[in-house]
């Protein structure tokens, strides 16, 4: 685990996070919590709650019980305008970038820069900071890419995927969470994506990851944290876990006890 993660207070806590969905019980009493410059991969079987916890951590759902902490305060999201507005950023599968437009137009979509003086009177954009500051940014996370002018419907799928990424590391101050970022990529598109998660982590950012594929979550995660039947189960230390207990207690044939929640 990075040095910051241990030597930090958590950035976000949830306590006893429950949501159904008429007899549907999504979620049951789920705790979950993270630090700064951690990454924590959160998986399970379809079905185990993991996309109702994002979701709500995200202003997409509203719990029936359970409290949200974020530095400290006690928030309460009713939408994701509202979590975004306290720094946490989702990058869902479908990425939500629009593809006729070009990398920074992506970048600042919803949060265009407004020119100044005669350019503020007619709406005109400051297409030149927006550029230089999504320059920035990729550099940052050492993402390279032709032009910044090109819409992003020409690029690779592992290059859209790192303009997505980098939108939410521009915003996302307080969290940063990745629905299966490396899904349909190439193994060099897969590579730059866990690169992205480990420059993120490299930037002070905790990263919720959720992936199916372990192997990926193993490679870059501090910790996991297994849902199972809208649980959380176990909250491993990934450094002494290995794939066999982590599928172990995503089929639910091991049940975890106290002493196998190694937080790290």
């Known amino acids: 685990m990075s040095v910051t993660a241990v030597a930090s207070e958590p950035v976000l806590v949830a306590k006893g996070i429950s949501k159904n969905f008429g007899r549907i019980q999504a979620l049951v009493d789920v705790d979950f919590e993270i630090r700064p410059g951690e990454v924590v991969g959160l998986v399970g079987d379809n079905g185990a709650g993991k996309s109702t916890l994002i979701k ?140 992205l998660i480990r420059r993120l982590r490299e930037r002070g950012l905790p990263v919720i990851f959720i992936s199916h594929t372990l192997p990926h979550v193993l490679e870059v995660t501090d910790r996991i944290d297994v849902m199972f039947l809208g649980r959380k189960v176990v909250s491993l230390k990934t450094s002494e876990t290995h794939l066999d207990e982590v599928v172990s207690y995503i089929t639910g044939s091991r049940v975890a006890d106290t002493s196998h929640n190694r937080k790290g």
């Open 56 to 195: 709500i951590l995200s202003g997409a759902l509203i719990p029936e019980s359970g409290e949200i902490w974020l530095r400290g305060e006690r928030v309460s999201f009713h939408s994701p305008a509202e979590a975004r507005a306290k720094g946490i950023e989702t990058v869902y599968q479908d990425l939500a970038l629009a593809p006729h437009l070009t990398i920074e137009e992506n970048i600042f979509l919803g949060r265009e820069i407004i020119g100044r003086g005669i350019k503020r009177i007619t709406g005109h954009l400051d297409k030149k900071t927006m550029i230089e500051r999504s320059k920035e940014i990729l550099e940052q996370l050492h993402v390279r890419v032709r032009s910044m002018r090109v819409p992003v419907a020409e690029l690779s799928g592992g290059q859209r995927q790192a303009v997505a990424v980098a939108r939410a590391a521009a915003w996302g101050e307080s969290l940063i969470i990745l629905d299966e970022p490396t899904n349909h990529l190439g193994v060099e598109e897969v590579e730059m994506v866990l690169n």
